[in-house]
């Protein structure tokens, strides 16, 4: 079955950098929309940043100029790069991918990682 691997958490202080990896795996076919999504505690689940269906990149307004989102589509792997880290990046971060498998029988399904806690301190 497909599954999406994040890794890469930790905590770091305010300033510090930070690079998650997130893993699909699973009779994959082709992976299209997919992005970076965080909750905060008591907070609703939000985007960081994503590449859209076509290719564009977007980034959430409080993390531009800090974040950086890439892929590689031979690892089936993206990566969000987080520099200058601050307190308000505190939450859980989720791999999130519109992924065609095996499984699906030519659609397109959505799938969610497990999360990974990214903990920045004052």
């Known amino acids: 079955q497909v599954q999406l691997v994040e890794s890469g958490g930790g905590l770091v202080q305010s300033g510090g950098s930070l690079r998650l990896s997130c893993e699909a795996s699973?009779?994959?076919?082709?992976?299209?929309?997919v992005g970076w999504y965080r909750q905060a505690s008591g907070k609703e689940r939000e985007l960081v940043a994503g590449?859209?269906?076509?290719?564009?990149?977007n980034y959430a307004d409080s993390v531009k100029g800090r974040f950086t989102i890439s892929r590689d589509n031979v690892k089936k792997a993206v990566y969000l790069q987080m520099n200058s880290l601050k307190p308000e990046d505190t939450a859980v971060y989720y791999c999130?991918?519109?992924?065609?498998?095996?499984?699906?029988?030519?659609?397109?399904?959505?799938?969610w990682g497990q999360g990974t806690q990214v903990t920045v301190s004052s």
């Open positions: 590449f859209s269906r076509d290719g564009n990149i």
């Open positions: 999130n991918a519109d992924i065609v498998s095996i499984y699906g029988l030519g659609s397109t399904e959505n799938y």
């Open positions: 699973g009779g994959i076919l082709g992976i299209y929309a």
